[in-house]
């Protein structure tokens, strides 16, 4: 039962709700079914609708020589008709019922339009059983009651017994009467099946008329008109100038052929589709299609680019056909990737033992933020004895790739890369070194003069965390007052060496973090 705000209820008098008075009104488009005091499983039209004599006694045998047309599976029958929306006269429809005999919709053909044999039936009209939709559920404040109005239709489906192309049309009945204000009978409302003068415009006049150009009138008959070149301009056909569409295809390779399909997004009619065209001569890269007409087309893109395609589909299809659909293409066409650097440094390539480290990658054409669908293929080809490193990971939308060495040494690792077409060809990368702690530069031997300050200063690199800095004189000039701890209490990276005699003075420096110690580095200073 549909909920309803509580000012609606609010509006009612109160001397009314013992009557029923109607005051709520919900759609409900989806719900057909059974309803009390309706019938409405199992009702076909049949061979007599209410407006309608019987069907015509002529066409009885024909019902029963087509009767195959209206089964589920059929596929058409090459032997015979075949509908062409193209041909100026009326085209042969017969109605059939659900059972398979002969409709009495078919007293709806005026008689000079009427089929006279089997092969003169263009088209089969195979009309379902009526349908009852809930539209609306009225409800009665006070009684729990509600009463529903029910609309009928009737599915048809037009089918060509050549080919077996079918559409399907559906036909509504009239629109029930409305709820009354106030009631004691609760049964619900149904409006009537389809009358005959929905069967005439809904199926004969869209597929059968001749046409009478210059007026208001289904499509078949405009497309008679244009063939026979009888209006400048046709109007009256059910268009608005065509709907617009565009597809963003995915990115393809230079060199290598591409199809571009012509797509519906939406269509009049399946049984007028043989009597439309594709045009392709607005594309701003038409010379370089294979054709530019047609459904399927094809190109061959010559250089790395943007490249754009306009698709029109015509009823009929000709050069003056009227458009009723334009699909604009765009595709990008990319060389095959190289990759250029994969380690981002000139010189000797350091890792940290147990810690991501980052090397930076080039790929030629490949943006910085990288492109849809691309991937790195890793394939180690040198890694230390004892080491089960995990393969390396590409960080997205960057142009990094990381991994963690497991233990000290060389690693070395083929990669591919793919722009999401294909891969490149393998690169593999120099030694990268995996130490166990940070890498101390920067401190080379110097000359200094007796009583002259001089700044030492390091540079650490692959440090984790905060790096402490330990200073060792290891050799002393003779006769110099300096002691091997005299720097102990300096822990950074830089201090100011003053020689008071001459002489060598060799340094050993260490530095520490949180995860490991580097290497000694040692440097001499020779005073004069």
């Known amino acids: 039962m ?91 429809l017969l109605f059939l019922a659900a059972d398979g005999s002969a409709h009495s919709w078919n007293n709806v053909l005026p008689v000079a339009w009427r089929p006279t044999s089997v092969e003169q039936v263009e088209l089969v009209a195979c009309v379902g059983q009526v349908e009852r939709t809930s539209i609306e559920t009225c409800e009665y404040v006070g009684t729990g009651r509600t009463i529903t109005r029910f609309q009928s239709s009737v599915d048809v489906q037009v089918v060509t017994p050549g080919s077996g192309a079918a559409t399907l049309q559906t036909l509504r009945g009239a629109v029930p009467e409305r709820c009354p204000s106030s009631t004691t009978n609760w049964q619900d409302i149904a409006g009537g099946a389809p009358r005959s003068e929905t069967v005439k415009s809904e199926i004969v006049d869209r597929y059968v008329l001749a ?21 400048a301009t046709p109007s009256g056909c059910g268009f608005a100038g065509g709907q617009q569409y565009s597809e963003a295809l995915p990115n393809v390779r230079t060199g290598e052929p591409v199809a571009i399909d012509w797509r519906w997004e939406s269509y009049p009619d399946a049984l007028f589709l043989p009597s439309s065209g594709c045009d392709w001569s607005l594309s701003p890269d038409a010379p370089l299609l294979a054709s530019l007409a047609g459904a399927h087309n094809s190109f061959v893109p010559l250089t790395a680019r943007a490249y754009a395609f306009v698709a029109q589909a015509r009823l009929p299809g000709t050069a003056t056909g009227l458009v009723v659909q334009t699909r604009r293409y765009a595709v990008e066409a ?76 060389s690693y070395r690792v083929q990669v591919e890369y793919s722009d999401g077409i294909g891969f490149s060809e393998p690169v593999t990368t120099a030694p990268i070194t ?19 300050s001089l700044r030492l200063e390091a540079t650490v690199s692959y440090a984790v965390g905060f790096p402490a800095f330990s200073w060792t004189l290891i050799e002393i000039a003779a006769g110099s007052s300096l002691t091997p701890s005299y720097y102990s209490s300096v ?38």
């Open 491 to 528: 822990d950074t990276n830089s201090l100011v060496f003053n020689a008071d005699v001459a002489g060598a003075y060799r340094f050993e420096v260490v530095v520490t973090d949180k995860s490991g110690q580097s290497e000694p580095v040692r440097f001499t200073v020779t005073a004069s």
């Open 434 to 452: 995996a130490i166990a702690g940070p890498v101390v530069t920067g401190l080379i031997d110097r000359t200094a003069s007796v009583g002259a």
């Open 211 to 231: 046409p009478v150009c210059g007026e208001s009138r289904p499509l078949a008959s405009c497309l008679q008109c244009w063939r026979d070149a009888a209006e």
């Open 334 to 409: 990319l060389d095959r990737p190289v990759i250029e650097d994969l380690l981002g440094t000139s010189g000797p390539a350091f890792a940290r033992v147990g810690q991501p480290s980052r090397f930076r990658f080039t790929i030629s054409g490949r943006p910085p933020l990288g492109r849809s669908g691309e991937a790195l293929r890793w394939t180690w080809l040198e890694r230390p004895s004892g080491s089960t490193s995990a393969e390396p990971g590409m960080e997205v939308a960057s142009s990094f790739w990381s991994f963690v060495p497991d233990v000290p040494g």
């Open 2 to 92: 549909t909920t309803h705000p509580a000012h609606w209820r609010a509006r009612v008098p109160r001397g009314l709700v013992a009557a029923g008075l109607a005051i709520a009104c919900g759609a409900n488009e989806n719900a057909s079914n059974p309803v009390p005091g309706l019938t409405t499983t199992g009702e076909d039209p049949g061979q007599r609708t209410a407006d309608l004599p019987a069907p015509p006694s002529e066409l009885v045998p024909l019902a029963a020589a087509l009767a195959d047309v209206c089964r589920s599976g059929y596929r058409g029958d090459p032997a015979r008709a075949t509908f062409d929306p193209m041909v100026s006269a009326p085209h042969r």
